[in-house]
């Protein structure tokens, strides 16, 4: 799998994803699709010092989004984020963490890393639960969509854990730009 740094020419495909019902459905938010707001979020995730952004190739096809945010490099932590736009590519899901927390110990230098889910997202919940994540609480009546309040479950994972319980996953290794 290759993680490849974004670039303006990827900015309609990310927008047809991330417009699409499959992937906004369990978004926190839901954007219009509109090119210039597009543009907008480009400029304001290159200025970021705090997050990578990337699109996910697996066998020369663009398969989804992914993202490690909110880095706090005093504490080594952060958010990932991810999406599979590609419908095609939907089973490649329950190995993304693993790609992800092997990339975020090892060359990032971060200690932990903090999952969102929204309630409705169960096979994501369980994804991190797979993989050994620990589930570490629920915030209730926390995100409004389409007027349903729902909860969003919160996952973590340390460095520490990942040495024991990713051993299964050492192969897991991203071709990442940065």
């Known amino acids: ?81 991810f999406y599979i736009g590609n419908k095609k590519f939907t089973m490649l899901a329950g190995f993304i963490g693993a790609y992800v927390y092997n990339f975020a110990f090892t060359k990032l230098g971060l200690l932990k890393l903090n999952g969102e889910v929204l309630d409705i997202n169960k096979a994501v919940q369980k994804l991190h639960i797979k993989q050994g994540a620990r589930e570490v609480g629920i915030l209730e009546h926390h995100i409004l969509k389409n007027g349903v309040w729902h909860d969003v479950y919160m996952f973590e994972m340390t460095k520490q854990r990942w040495q024991v319980v990713g051993v299964k996953f050492n192969k897991y290794i991203a071709e990442v730009e940065l």
């Open 1 to 81: 799998m290759n993680w490849l740094q974004i670039e303006e020419k990827h900015l309609k495909q990310i927008l047809d994803w991330r417009t699409s019902e499959e992937v906004t459905r369990f978004m926190y938010t839901d954007i219009e699709y509109n090119i210039e707001n597009q543009n907008k979020w480009f400029s304001k995730i290159r200025d970021d010092k705090n997050g990578y952004y990337w699109l996910m190739e697996y066998r020369n096809e663009l398969i989804g989004f992914i993202s490690i945010t909110d880095i706090n490099w005093m504490h080594k932590r952060g958010t990932w984020n």
